[in-house]
């Protein structure tokens, strides 16, 4: 089975995205936090609706600078290669959203931006046209731009791997494709040279709390067998340093089609998720605040 069947078959993600951005002449003069959006409570809504959740095409993995003047995200459009899309701050405005291009044509596609806890680098995914070669790469902040992206120089890229985040120590968590399963490296001098799995039963697309406290993934439901959508779950760091059993995040977030992909934003007020709840079996980006979370963390 070539690459593409996996992932469309287990993950559901790697489908084809577009370059597609607002409207240059309707583009509203947005400021404030969150692209000046209304922020949820314990009810996820639409992230952006019409500037990065658009009718049509999937949304998945939005990442945000420490100081939440820029985000970063990744969009797909059935047919072609999913591409990376940043907007920040100038003079109090967010600015028109744009393609990033970060491996400049080396590689055909981009996605699942993720940017580090310190907002010096930038850690995606890139794969070839043929949606082989998928890989972690990496940009480092230059300035006020970004360096020429460079594939992740550690064993990890052996394999076939996309999803990756960090903790705020450095530690990498990622997911392996063909084994369906969340793998982390930890920084030991300034390289990430040792492979462990997770050590969790299932679940991929992990998301690393910066404390390593809990780390989100998603599966399929698990509590019903009938069904085939895809739900979040979070593990909770146990005091022997093991992981707890996975929490089901609920039906407030988890509904009867697919939810994937989910981050936590700089600031850890809030969820992030793709949900497949568009005609058409398209994605869009969902927001919730963190303490659906939070009442789930175990009482010590």
Known sequence: MNLRSVVISLFILILPLSNVAYGQNKEPKLE?????????????????????????????GVSFTPNLEEVYFSSQKEGDVASIHFSQITNGVWQPIKKANFTQGQKAGEMEPFVTQDGKHIYFTAYNKDFTDTKIWVVNRENNGWSTAKKLKSPINNEEVFNSTLASNGDLYYTDIFKSQTFYSPLKNGQYAEIFPADIPFGIHGFISPDQS???????????????????????????????????????????????????????????????????????????????????????
């Open 32 to 60: 404030g936090k969150y692209l000046g959006q209304t922020p949820p409570s314990l009810t996820p809504q639409v992230f952006a609706p019409g500037l990065i959740s658009i009718q049509g095409r999937y949304e998945m």
């Open 214 to 300: 809990y780390l989100l993934v998603d599966n399929r439901n698990i509590e019903e067998k009938s069904r085939k959508d895809r739900d979040l779950y979070v593990y909770f760091k146990q005091k022997d340093g093991s992981w707890s059993k996975p929490i089901n995040l609920g039906e407030s977030i988890n509904s009867k089609v697919s939810e994937t992909v989910p981050t936590v934003s700089p600031d850890g007020q809030y969820l992030f998720f793709s949900r497949f709840d568009e005609k058409g079996d398209f994605s869009n980006i969902y927001w919730v605040s963190t303490d659906v979370i939070e009442k789930l963390r175990p009482k010590v």
